[in-house]
């Protein structure tokens, strides 16, 4: 059975049990008065009934799934030959997943080894029992919860709180998800990034100048020892998200400022769903666009000018970038405009202020906080962008401020570096970990700066 199987059968159980416990709430009513002596309403206890019936049955599927690959591998490597069984551990590894790759018929091999053969019959057999088991032990979970809630029911039975108290335990568990997950995130990139500080100082990364990752196998080759400055890095992150702001930050705030005050309601009806299509966009194809159109134009125009533009240029990955970011600080913007009280704009009015007026000193300062959120946001979405950057601006880590040459990044190097079959004990691999917690810490700071705007500048109203 499958995983779909397994939960397609609780979700027939869970219904059979909401079934059963609605039955039995309305048995249980008639004898004490009718319904309105029980403490809770039927469907609560039909809800109690389903919850039983479900939770033990997914406890046991899930302890049986995060269990089951280390009993199974643990079993087929004891029955192994003794020859096979005294490997390294790596070793051993690699015949456990030809044996899988036996059983699931993915072997490449001209023929396969008989002891690799029984093994292969071995782990079928135990997939097979296990399977078996995992049905019994979930049937049995399932039932054994129906029917001991559906005992339970009585008209004193307090459901709706049991109830109330299973799905608080619930949500609780679903947002400790989110905060495991985070702090697992943070640690394993903290942890790679400490083993890279430990072959190359923090000094040289955080204050080089020259970023040039590429160690040669033997120490006797040019460049064995690399070069981790990641100042040309940070700098072309921030030159290329400078000129996207600048892009995006005007004409998404002044588009937002339009629809909202200005634009009519057909004009915003049609005006702002064709807006927010630009965020619907792959971001392959605003690099196609950038390398494609825009490229070529700005070169052909510095050549006008006298200008040498490198045909990828931090410019046209920005000017594009800025065009792809136009939505998200329009959006947000135009939702916190229309959120401030139409009363501020009646009595800006009343004092005789002109629409400019109103927008400029009543408008723009009560939704201040909103529009830099919205801002703060899209210098975090300039930040880590990689796909427009990769094919406009080119992957050279050069340390320069000029928008016409190319430049690189710091999500664009992290791609480059954990492409293909990497060794986590190289430095090279390890300085996308060190990058990574830059990252990080820098979209940290954005989002403290924005918190803390919001709450200095926030305005409520009745």
Request: hydrophobic share 55%.
């Amino acid at each position: 059975m499958t995983t779909s199987t397994f939960f397609l059968a609780i979700l027939v159980l869970s219904a059979a049990a909401y079934t059963l416990g609605l039955k039995r709430a309305m048995a249980v009513a008639k004898p004490a008065g009718g319904l309105s002596r029980l403490h809770s309403r039927p469907a609560h206890y039909a809800t109690l009934t389903a919850l039983w019936c479900a939770l033990p049955a997914l406890a046991v599927f899930s302890l049986w799934l995060a269990l089951e690959p280390v009993v199974v591998k643990a079993l087929v490597v004891a029955d192994l030959p003794e020859e096979l069984s005294r490997l390294s551990t790596g070793r051993l590894n690699l015949v456990y997943n030809d044996i899988k790759n036996l059983v699931a018929g993915n072997f490449l091999g001209t023929a396969a080894d008989p002891a690799l053969a029984a093994a292969a019959a071995h782990y079928r057999q135990l997939k097979t029992i296990s399977q078996a088991a995992l049905a019994v032990l979930v049937l049995t979970g399932a039932l054994a919860g129906t029917v001991v809630v559906h005992r339970k029911i009585k008209p004193t039975l307090r459901a709706r709180n049991q109830v109330e108290t299973i799905f608080r335990v619930i949500l609780f568990l679903c947002s400790s998800i989110a905060v495991f997950t985070t702090v697992a995130i943070v640690l394993s990139v903290l942890f790679e990034a400490i083993r890279f500080f430990q072959s190359v100082s923090p000094g040289e990364f955080f204050f080089g100048l020259k970023w040039s990752p590429q160690l040669a196998i033997r120490a006797d080759q040019v460049g064995s020892s690399g070069a981790f400055g990641a100042i040309p890095v940070f700098l072309g992150t921030v030159l290329i998200s400078a000129i996207a702001m600048t892009v995006a930050a005007p004409t998404g705030l002044l588009a937002a400022i339009y629809l909202s005050e200005y634009a009519g309601p057909r004009l915003r009806a049609v005006a702002k769903p064709l807006m927010e299509i630009l965020a619907g966009i792959p971001t392959v194809v605003y690099g196609f666009f950038a390398a494609l159109t825009v490229a070529p134009l700005i070169r052909s125009g510095g050549s006008l000018l006298g200008l040498e533009a490198s045909s990828e240029s931090a410019l046209a990955a920005g000017l594009v970038m800025g065009i792809m970011i136009i939505p998200f600080v329009s959006s947000l913007s135009d939702d916190v405009l229309n959120a401030v009280p139409q009363s501020l704009r009646d009595g800006s009015y009343g004092l005789g202020a002109t629409q400019s007026e109103t927008i400029r000193q009543v408008l723009i300062p009560a939704a201040l906080p909103g529009i830099v959120g919205g801002l703060l946001l899209g210098v975090s979405r300039a930040i880590g962008e990689t796909m427009i950057v990769v094919m406009a601006a080119g992957l050279a880590a050069n340390l320069t401020v000029n928008p016409l040459q190319a430049v690189t990044t710091v999500t664009v190097q992290i791609v480059t570096l954990l492409v293909g079959d990497q060794e986590f004990d190289s430095p090279k691999t390890l300085a996308a970990f060190a990058l990574g917690l830059v990252l990080f810490v820098a979209t940290l700071i954005l989002n403290i700066i924005a918190l803390y705007i919001v709450r200095k500048y926030r305005e409520q109203y009745e």
